[in-house]
């Protein structure tokens, strides 16, 4: 069974704030994938970025960055000076080998106040 | 279109109606996927297509839920008899989705908004 684990439900901040969410996951797969998406009011889910089990590298673009750390199997999504075009609601999902659906996370909302 | 599409964006429906919810995936895809999400949650999957074929239909929550793809493209996920429990946004996603390959980014439509009172 796959499971995906965003504690914080609600998070405000004030505009130019850094702001963090936790995502741990569970899998007893060796061969896994993992992604973050952002769901805006208009409610689509765009994609962020996917991360290969294999694959601990840290990763940046533009004012997102991501933390992959398979000791603690979390996979933690920071925003850097935050805007209000960042207000959203943040998943974590994870899909496992042998099976392409994803399993997501509750979500974070997102608040940035201006 | 450059993206998935779903149609329609918002469906009121009358307890016991059927609905026929409409999902155009990106051109050239040829895995499929439908979920549903209640409100303050995550997606849930339900089920999964890849060209024509329905590989997994492990999530539909009874079988009220019925879904299909005939010829590999546009896929329409049918609900019978809808109760007030299947409210819900239903999303569509497509990937390039070749067998095997669970890792493959999975792009999502606007959803459907299901209201049945």
């Known amino acids: 069974a796959q499971k995906v684990t965003q504690a914080q439900t609600e998070i405000s901040v004030v505009e130019k704030e850094d702001v963090t969410l936790d995502c741990v996951y569970e899998?007893?797969?060796?061969?896994?994938?993992l992604f973050w998406y952002k769901q805006p009011p208009s409610g689509e889910l765009v994609f962020l970025i996917r991360?290969?089990?294999?694959?601990?590298q840290n990763e940046i673009s533009g004012r997102y960055s991501w933390n992959f750390q398979k000791s603690t199997s979390s996979f933690n999504f920071t925003i850097t000076a935050s805007q209000v075009v960042d207000s959203a609601v943040y998943f974590c999902?994870?899909?496992?080998?042998?099976?392409?659906?994803?399993?997501f996370g509750k979500g974070n909302q997102v608040v940035v106040i201006p | 279109g450059a993206g998935v599409s779903q149609s329609p964006r918002y469906k009121v429906a009358k307890r016991g109606q059927d609905v026929a919810l409409r999902c155009d995936p990106i051109?050239?895809?040829?895995?499929l996927f439908w979920y549903q999400q209640a409100l303050g949650q995550g997606p849930e999957f339900l089920t999964y297509?890849?060209?024509?074929?329905?590989?997994?239909k492990s999530g539909l929550p009874s079988d009220r839920f019925f879904a299909e793809r005939p010829e590999g493209s546009v896929s329409t996920l049918k609900i019978q008899r809808t109760q007030q429990e299947d409210s819900a946004v239903y999303l569509c996603?497509?990937?390039?989705?070749?067998?095997?390959?669970?890792?493959?980014?999975?792009?999502f439509g606007p959803g459907t908004r299901l209201l049945v009172l």
């Open positions: 899998t007893r797969d060796t061969t896994y994938y």
């Open positions: 051109s050239g895809h040829v895995s």
């Open positions: 297509f890849q060209n024509e074929a329905q590989l997994d």
């Open positions: 991360r290969n089990f294999f694959d601990e």
């Open positions: 996603a497509s990937s390039t989705g070749l067998a095997g390959d669970p890792g493959e980014t999975q792009y």
């Open positions: 999902a994870l899909s496992e080998d042998g099976n392409n659906r994803l399993a």
